[in-house]
């Protein structure tokens, strides 16, 4: 029987001593675990103030730091994922350390906001410097660079994407932002301007090909437009397709005043003139006046046979196009008198009429008066040369001073003196007479007839 009673006795004390001592146990493990957290969030703590300053360095201001990459974000990105919430790290009780690890907690929430918006931030400036082709970024910190050129691939859409994502319109708005919506704006008028040229010089164009008729002011606009772009890629381009458009232009401006003329012969002679090689020959003794600008203007032909003896052929109005109207001189019988006709000096021009022209056409350039004057003169006998003291130079002034005066009217008080030597003049009666055998007779019936318009050329 008392076995039986120290028994139980027995395990009621072995009980009670363990209990105890499972208590003890449990009270000194959690006060470990309490140490243990304590350590750790003071750790965190010191982790959250090194991110906090990371990411203030990565601020000048409402500028981002220069040179600032996303590696860089990143890296504090990872430092602040370390950063563990402790509550469900450890088994503590409800109101051991919880003030401080729920700071610690909106800390790192408040780091992540302030991270993503930085990251936000940088992506945006990122974007707008993508814009430019510049080496040179248009932002870099608080660095700006105002002389910044489109890239020549750049999108409108993209362009559009960006500024409904980075442009904000605002009255408070900080520097940066201030500096994002500058540079939006200077690349769509950018981007304007390309579409605006190029879509002006593609007017100049159709199916690929020049318009038939590309005139002066249309190019002109064109080229004003591509004057504008500042991508040189980009204006290289479209120049080159001005350039073709360039040779197809039709404006009497585009040529001067002598081959204006030269032109306009030419279609007057293909016009009115049966053409052949006696025409050719005849060409270059074509005597012209004109007065042309950039609307247009006039002019007119005569044909010199002798020193001052000119044949009014016709007269002519030209228009800024070069569309010519040949037409009559009022109170003259003229070449182009009975049918007043029009033509195109840019598209109707004969090139073999036109390369037969030699010489000047206008009665204003001396080389013409040079080259006719000289061949007149090698026609002349020694004795008419004496009237001009043996010179050339005499005659020819007295050629172009008498200019437009009939020949017979050219008396000898207007022959020219040479300064140093005296000129032989010959009274009537001083005249060397012809030999008999010199005299060549011409039988009326034998003389070749002539037309109405060279009897009244050889009148008197």
Known sequence: MKKRIIIPLILVLLIAGGAGGYYLYNKNTYQETLENATSLLSEQQENIESV???????????????????????????????????????DLKENDLE?????????????????????????????????????????????????????????????EDLKETAFIE??????????????????????????????????????????????LEAYDEAKSEVDKIQNETVKETLTADLDSAHAHIQDISMLSDEEIARRALALFVDLYWEVNENTFATLEYIWGGYQFDADGGAGSFSSM??????????????????????????DLVTDCSSEPKTA????????TILNNIRGDVSMQGDSVIDEM????????????????????ENYRKQY??????????????????????????????????????EIQEYEPDKMPALDEDEEEFFEG
Request: with cysteine.
């Open 305 to 330: 046979n002798m020193p001052g003896n000119a044949k009014p052929i016709c007269s002519y109005t030209i228009d800024k196009n070069g569309d010519v109207l040949f037409k009559d001189i009022p």
């Open 170 to 215: 605002d009255e408070d708005i900080s520097e940066w932002q201030t500096a994002i919506n500058t540079f939006i704006t200077d690349a769509e008028n950018q981007l304007s301007t390309t579409a605006t040229a190029t879509a002006q010089v593609e007017t100049l164009f159709k199916d690929g090909e020049v318009q038939g008729e590309v005139t």
């Open 52 to 90: 906090q300053s990371e990411l203030e360095s990565f601020d000048e201001g409402s500028y981002l730091r220069e040179g600032l990459t996303e590696e860089d974000i990143q890296a504090v990105e990872d430092k602040m994922e370390a950063i563990k919430d402790l509550s469900s790290e450890f």
């Open 400 to 437: 172009v001073e008498n200019w437009g005066k009939p020949f017979e009217e050219i008396n000898s008080d207007e022959i020219i003196e040479d300064e140093n030597s005296e000129v032989e003049e010959y009274e009537p009666d001083e005249m060397p007479s012809l030999e008999d055998d």
């Open 99 to 159: 003030e401080d690890v729920a700071e610690i907690a909106s800390d790192k929430e408040d780091l992540k906001e302030k991270l993503s918006a930085i990251r936000a931030q940088l992506e945006t400036q990122q974007s707008v410097n993508d814009l430019f082709e510049q080496e040179t970024p248009a932002i870099n910190g608080s660095e700006i660079n105002e002389d910044v050129i489109i890239k020549e691939d750049l999108e409108t859409s993209t362009l």
């Open 373 to 392: 004057t000289q061949e007149e003169w090698e026609w002349l006998s020694d004795e008419e040369k004496e009237k001009w003291d043996g010179k050339w």
């Open 344 to 351: 195109n000096i840019f598209t109707d021009v004969d090139e």
